[in-house]
């Protein structure tokens, strides 16, 4: 669970304004992944899944430019 909470802290750090449709649906599969792993119930996994569920549910695109 270290790993992946390492793995995705980049993406969820992005600001509102760079959380595109890909990368939303990204996070969404590591979410989907966290709650059926055997490791579901761990404190990071509850705590990652969280934060994935408060990303947006606009998905803006990248600015131009």
Do not use: K, W, Y
């Not at 989907?32 to 947006?56: C, G, K, N, Y």
């Amino acid at each position: 669970m270290d790993g992946t909470a390492e793995a995705i802290r980049p993406v969820l750090d992005l600001p509102l304004s760079h959380r595109n449709n890909g990368i939303v649906v990204s996070a969404q599969r590591v979410r989907q992944a966290l709650m059926h792993s055997p490791a579901r119930t761990a404190s990071v996994a509850r705590d990652l899944r969280a934060e994935i569920e408060a990303f947006p549910a606009n998905r803006p695109a990248l600015p131009r430019g």
